[in-house]
C-alpha cells in the first residue's frame, strides 16, 4: 500500500468482531487486485457487484452508530463519517471503474441474467444515496420499489423495475436541481467577491454533483433503462393519441406545451416539447405532439389530442429526441410503425398544406364549413341551489345528470355519490347584485375582447374571488345539502371555505385553456354558462379513469384502466409518473358478468372474477399521491366534512367538442401531496387482489357501457373500505351521445 498508514485507536461500540470481518472481506478489493478481476472475460458485472455489496455490508453496519450520533460511538463520531464516507466513495469508485463493462454486458446473450445483476446493482446504489443523502424519503421509496421488483417473476418483475427506473431518473434530476439552487448563488457570489475567473466557479455546483453518489448512479441507469424497456417487452416509444398514424408538418421545439396552447400556427406544425402538464389544450395548426416525458394516456390533454386527431407520442431516449430536435425548423414526418408501438421519425420533402395534413389531425382544419356545437342556454330557476330531486335538463349539465340517471341501475356493490347543486344562472344572479359591481365590471369589460391575454384572464378570475353572496344563498345551499342526503351543519367546512370553492368553480370560465379551447372550436364564450355540481369528497384509497374502447388501438373489445393511490387530480391532470395501466378484455368478463352484478359486496364480486382478464401494462411511478390528513378521516370520514365542488357547464359534453378538464373542480379542503409508497400498497404485491380489483373495474365500466349504449369515459375511487364509487361518466370521444341523448338512453 502506497503512503504512510494511520493508526486510529478502536471506537468503542463501533470497533466489533463482525465489523472486522466485514472489513476484512472488502480491503483486498479496494486495490489492485480488484482492477485485475474486473478485466477477466465475462466477469464484469457480477464481480462489481460482489464488492459493492461488500461495501454497503459495511455501511449498513455502521448505520445504528450513525443514528445514535456521540452517544453510539463513544464521542467518535467525526471518526465513523470519515469512514463511512471512504465507503461512499468506494463504492462510487467500484462503479464508475466499471461502466465499460456494464454497458457491454447490457447487450450480452444472456440478456435476463445481465439485466438482473444490473437490477441488483442499482438497488444497491439507490441504497447508497440514501445513506448518504439528508432528506431521502422519496429515495427511500424508490429503494423500496426495487427490491420489492427483485421478489417478483417475469415479466411483472421488469415491468415493476421499469416504473422504479422512471421514478429515479426523475429524482437524479431534481437532486441535481437541489444541489445547484444550494450552492451556485453562494459560488458565484464568492467568485466575483474574490475575482475569480467565471468560468471556474460557474461549474462549481455541477462539480459537486459529479463527485456526488448520485453520479455514478445516473451512469448506471441509464444503462439499465433500455435493457429493462427490452425485458418488459416496451419500446423506447410510447403512443398516447395514434391519430391517423402519420403527422407532416414543421418542427417546432418549446419546453412546455403550456407555452404555445394559445398559439395560431399558420402551417401544419409537428411540436417536440420536454414537458406537458395535462391540462393543455393543443395548439390550431398542429398535428402532431413529440414529448420527452410520457403524459398519462388519460389526462386531459391526451384527450382533447385524441378528439382533435392529433398524434400524441412520447420517446424515452433522450440520444434520440436529441437527434430529432435537430431538425428544428424543417419538415418532419411522424409515422406509426409495427402495430401502433414504435415511430419513425424522418425529414419530409416539401411542405404540407393545411388540407394535405387533415388527415392527420384536423386540429389545421377551419370551423367554416362543418357543423358547429351549439350551447344550449338556460333561463335561471329562481333557486341557489337546488337538491338532485329538482335536477333536469334545464337546471344542470352532463355530470349531474349523469350520476342521477345511473341510480338503482348498476350492481348493489356499486356506489354513487349524493348530490346538490347551483344550478344554471346561480352565477350570473349574485354577479347582478349591487355589492357585487367591481367583479361585474371585470367581467363586463372582457366580454366584448376576442382574445384576451393571460394576464388579463387572470385578472378577472381574482376580481371573482371577491364575490358577496345574497343573504338567502347560504341558507338555500345549507337546505338543499340536507334534502340530497349531504351532511354539513354549517360550520364543518365553514361556509368562508365552502364560498372560496364555489366562486373559484365560477371563476373557472375564464382558464386560459378554457377560453381558447372555445374559441377554436367557434363556441361563443359569453353564452357559457356554469353550473356548480357539489358531492362528498370520497376518502379515496385509488382513483381511477377507464375508458371503455381502448383509446390507444381503438379496440373495442378492451377497456383501458389507470389507476393511482389516493385521489384522481393526480391523473387526470398529470403529475410527474406514470400511473398503473391495465387493459380488461371484456370478452373475458362475459362468463362472470351475472355472477358479479348480483353479488352484494365488492369482495363477493372479486371471488367470481377471472384472473386471465387483466393484462398490465404498466406499474406506477408517479411520487406523490394526493390524500386527506388522517385526522380528518378519524373523525368521521371526507365523506360527512369534505365536499367537492364540480364544474358542471353548458359546454362539457358538446357533440362533436371535447371539453373535459377545462373547468376547475375545486375542494372545501384540499388534499395533501403524500410521498407514495408502493412497497405496502396491494396493488403492486398482491398480483391477484391487482388482477381482480381491475377486473371488477372493467366490470362496472362495462355495465355502464351497456346502459348507456356508447363508449364511456368513467371516472371513479375506490374507498379506504374497499368499496367503488363512480363519480361521473361521459360519453368517450367526439363518436359519443350528446347529453340530451344520453340521458334518454338511461
Known amino acids: 500500500m502506497k503512503g504512510k498508514a494511520i493508526k486510529v485507536p478502536p471506537v468503542p461500540g463501533v470497533a466489533t468482531a463482525q465489523l472486522k470481518t466485514l472489513l476484512d472481506a472488502v480491503l483486498p478489493k479496494a486495490g489492485e487486485v480488484a482492477e485485475v478481476e474486473r478485466q477477466e472475460g465475462g466477469r464484469g458485472v457480477m464481480q462489481t457487484l460482489q464488492e459493492v455489496e461488500s461495501l454497503m455490508a459495511v455501511r449498513r453496519a455502521l448505520l445504528p452508530a450513525l443514528v445514535r450520533g456521540n452517544q453510539g460511538c463513544g464521542e467518535r463520531l467525526r471518526d465513523v463519517l470519515y469512514l463511512d464516507l471512504a465507503l461512499d466513495g468506494a463504492v462510487r469508485s467500484s462503479v464508475e471503474a466499471s461502466l465499460s463493462l456494464l454497458k457491454a454486458a447490457s447487450s450480452s446473450e444472456d440478456p435476463e441474467t445481465q439485466a438482473g445483476c444490473l437490477l441488483d446493482l442499482v438497488a444497491l446504489c439507490v441504497e447508497s444515496v440514501c445513506l448518504t443523502s439528508g432528506s431521502n424519503v422519496e429515495m427511500v421509496m424508490i429503494l423500496r420499489d426495487f427490491q420489492a421488483s427483485q421478489a417478483l417473476a417475469s415479466p411483472m418483475k421488469w415491468l415493476r423495475a421499469q416504473a422504479a427506473s422512471e421514478r429515479l431518473t426523475r429524482e437524479l434530476g431534481a437532486l441535481s436541481e437541489r444541489y445547484l439552487a444550494a450552492l451556485q448563488p453562494t459560488a458565484t457570489a464568492l467568485g466575483d467577491a474574490l475575482s475569480l475567473s467565471p468560468e471556474s466557479t460557474g461549474i462549481f455546483a455541477e462539480e459537486v454533483v459529479r463527485g456526488s453518489s448520485a453520479a455514478p448512479l445516473a451512469q448506471v441507469v441509464s444503462v439499465l433503462a433500455p435493457t429493462l424497456r427490452q425485458m418488459a417487452g416496451l419500446s ?82 433522450a440520444e434520440e429526441t436529441a437527434a430529432i430536435a435537430g431538425w428544428q425548423d424543417q419538415q418532419v414526418q411522424l409515422q406509426l410503425t409495427q402495430g401502433n408501438t414504435a415511430v419513425e421519425v424522418s425529414p419530409a420533402q416539401g411542405r404540407p398544406d393545411a388540407s394535405a395534413s387533415a388527415s392527420s389531425g384536423d386540429n389545421v382544419a377551419s370551423n367554416s364549413g362543418r357543423d358547429l356545437p351549439q350551447m344550449r342556454q338556460r333561463e335561471w330557476c ?239 411511478s408517479k411520487s406523490v399521491a394526493l390524500k386527506l390528513p388522517d385526522l ?81 369515459d368513467i371516472e371513479g375511487v375506490i374507498d379506504n373500505h374497499n368499496a367503488v364509487h363512480v363519480v361521473q361518466t361521459r360519453p368517450q370521444g367526439r363518436s359519443g351521445l350528446s347529453v340530451c341523448e344520453l340521458v334518454g338512453c338511461l
Open 236 to 317: 423506447s416509444w410510447d403512443v398516447i393519441s395514434p391519430a391517423s398514424g402519420l403527422a407532416v408538418g414543421r418542427l417546432v421545439v418549446v419546453q412546455a406545451l403550456s407555452q404555445v396552447q394559445d398559439m395560431h400556427f399558420q402551417e401544419p406544425t409537428v411540436l417536440l416539447v420536454q414537458h406537458i402538464g395535462g391540462e393543455e389544450d393543443i395548439p390550431e395548426g398542429v398535428v402532431g405532439v413529440l414529448s420527452a416525458v410520457a403524459p398519462d394516456v388519460l389526462c386531459h390533454a391526451a384527450v382533447r389530442a385524441r378528439n382533435s386527431s392529433v398524434l400524441l407520442v412520447a420517446c424515452s431516449d
Open 382 to 620: 329562481g333557486q341557489y341551489a337546488i337538491s338532485s330531486i329538482a335536477f333536469d335538463d334545464n337546471t344542470v349539465g352532463a355530470k349531474s345528470l349523469n350520476t342521477l340517471k345511473l341510480r338503482g341501475q348498476l350492481p348493489v356493490w356499486v356506489n354513487l355519490p349524493c348530490s346538490a347543486a347551483l344550478p344554471f344562472g346561480a352565477f350570473e344572479a349574485v354577479l347582478q347584485q349591487p355589492q357585487n359591481a367591481d367583479p361585474a365590471a371585470a367581467v363586463q369589460k372582457l366580454d366584448g375582447q376576442q382574445r384576451p391575454s393571460p394576464d388579463q384572464l387572470q385578472a378577472v378570475k381574482a376580481a371573482l374571488q371577491a364575490l358577496q353572496p345574497d343573504a338567502q344563498l347560504q341558507d338555500q345551499v345549507k337546505a338543499a345539502f340536507q334534502q340530497s342526503g349531504l351532511q354539513w351543519d354549517g360550520s364543518n367546512p365553514s361556509w368562508q371555505e365552502m364560498w372560496r370553492a364555489t366562486t373559484a368553480v365560477w371563476a373557472s370560465k375564464w382558464n386560459v385553456r378554457a377560453v381558447s379551447s372555445m374559441r377554436k372550436a367557434g363556441l361563443q364564450h359569453r353564452h357559457l354558462q356554469m353550473a356548480v355540481l357539489c358531492q362528498p369528497f370520497i376518502p379515496a384509497q385509488y382513483a381511477f379513469v377507464a375508458h371503455t374502447t381502448n383509446p390507444i388501438t381503438g379496440n373495442e373489445g378492451e377497456i383501458y384502466i389507470e389507476l393511482v393511490q389516493g385521489f384522481g387530480e393526480a391523473l387526470v391532470g398529470n403529475f410527474p409518473g406514470s400511473a398503473l395501466r391495465a387493459v380488461v378484455s371484456k370478452e373475458a368478463l362475459l362468463s362472470s358478468a351475472q355472477d358479479v352484478c348480483s353479488s352484494q359486496s365488492l369482495e363477493e364480486a372479486m371471488s367470481h372474477l377471472p384472473d386471465h382478464a387483466v393484462r398490465v401494462c404498466a406499474y406506477p
Open 632 to 712: 380528518v378521516i378519524a373523525a368521521g370520514g371526507a365523506t360527512s366534512h369534505v365536499i367537492i365542488f364540480r364544474s358542471d357547464s353548458n359546454g362539457e359534453d358538446l357533440e362533436g367538442y371535447a371539453g373535459a378538464g377545462l373547468f376547475d373542480s375545486v375542494q372545501s379542503m384540499e388534499p395533501m401531496q403524500m410521498v407514495a409508497d408502493y412497497s405496502r400498497d396491494l396493488m403492486c404485491y398482491d398480483l391477484h387482489f391487482q388482477r381482480k380489483l381491475l377486473a371488477a373495474i372493467g366490470v362496472v365500466s362495462l355495465r355502464l357501457e351497456q346502459l348507456v349504449g356508447s363508449a364511456q
